[in-house]
């Protein structure tokens, strides 16, 4: 008999712990851009790993899948082929609304940056936003949903009033940052504006026949989120130390960059085999008008026109009701 009940002790503290236990593998997803520099970072160096060792979790791995656009991120998140996601702060606010109370809720752990979206055009016509037309075509990364998409409404409220606030949707288009900067700079689409995200603007700037229209920093009033490290909360919940490994593995990536832009900016080039200069690259990475940072920064001023104009119909009491608890004692907005 005690043999059977050891034996059923001994299952039972197996099963317990088998449970309990966190995954092995975590599967991450990155876009294209500057935005994403910090996962690069944290690819090159391992720091995932590092930290998850620390934290007690033994060789952990990595997975690495680089996708075009939020609602592919979106698609490979919700059917668990990507644990973390990297979309921007309306991204969250429309998933979180939709799957909040659910079993696939999701919300975001910590910020990713801070950074501008940058309106640019090679019509020479365009001074304002007020000077596009119906021929004009505006690329930008997912329309109605990105951040791009809202500055633009955003602006357009305050020039045409706040039922016009759509009135230049009709002449945006969905495409990458990278197949709107080639657009753009080629001269041989339709596509003939981009509101772009570092690096492509500034490419694009350096474009001759190319100038900009609007920053989104002007919009909002500062600086604000690009990006959020987003998660579903079943995961979130079943791996605790996980999670608190890939927070330390952004904080280890952002102190890095600030320390060495120029190392960042090299490790960038690698990993994309980007075109321009180390140089150049290190201009960027060390922009005042960037930030890589885990803190959210005027997240809720976004998710506030988004709730004006019915883009959600549930809006969060603030910028926590759509982060789990690890970013809640930074000083968020």
């Known amino acids: 008999m005690w043999r059977k009940l050891a034996a059923a ?10 449970a309990q236990a966190e995954v092995s593998e975590v599967h991450m997803s990155k876009q294209f ?25 033994g060789d952990v791995k990595t997975t690495w899948t680089q996708r075009a656009g939020p609602a592919a991120e979106l698609d490979a998140l919700l059917a668990g ?5 990297g979309p921007g702060a309306t991204t969250l606010a429309t998933i979180w609304e939709k799957t909040a109370g659910t079993p696939q809720e999701v919300r975001a752990l910590i910020a990713m940056q801070s950074m501008p979206f940058v309106l640019v055009t090679r019509n020479p016509n365009v001074k ?21 998409a809202l500055i633009l409404e955003m602006e357009s409220a ?14 945006t288009i969905t495409r990458s940052h990278a197949d709107a900067a080639v657009a753009v700079m080629g001269g041989g689409s339709e596509i003939n504006s981009h509101f772009a995200s570092s690096p492509f ?7 001759p026949g190319i100038h900009q229209v609007l920053k989104s920093y002007d919009v909002v009033g500062g600086k604000h989120t690009n990006g959020t490290l987003v998660a579903t909360k079943k995961f979130h919940d079943a791996n605790p130390k996980i999670c608190a490994a ?23 080039l690698t990993a994309t085999k980007d075109k321009n200069s180390l140089d150049a690259l290190e201009k960027m990475v060390a922009d005042p008008d ?3 940072t885990t803190t959210p920064v005027n997240v809720m001023k976004f998710v506030d026109f988004m709730y004006k104009v019915g883009r959600i119909k549930k809006k969060p009491a603030s910028w926590k009701d759509m982060f789990f608890p690890e970013a809640y004692g930074l000083n968020g907005s």
Request: one cysteine or more; hydrophobic letters at 50%; a negative charge.
């Open 201 to 207: 603007y500034y490419y694009e700037l350096a474009t």
């Open 128 to 148: 304002t936003i007020a000077d596009f037309i119906d021929k004009d075509k505006i690329a930008l990364p997912a329309v109605k949903l990105t951040g791009h």
């Open 9 to 18: 002790a001994l299952c039972a503290i197996a099963f317990g712990a088998a």
């Open 246 to 268: 890939v927070v330390a593995a952004f904080n280890d990536a952002n102190a890095f960059i600030k320390a060495h832009p120029r190392d960042a900016a090299q490790l960038y």
């Open 158 to 171: 305050k020039i045409w009033g706040a039922d016009h606030y759509d009135k230049l949707d009709s002449i």
């Open 290 to 292: 960037v930030d890589y």
């Open 81 to 85: 082929h990507a644990d973390f996601i």
């Open 33 to 57: 851009g500057l935005p994403y520099l910090p996962m690069i970072v944290i690819e090159a160096q391992q720091l995932i790993e590092k930290n998850a060792k620390a934290a007690g979790l």
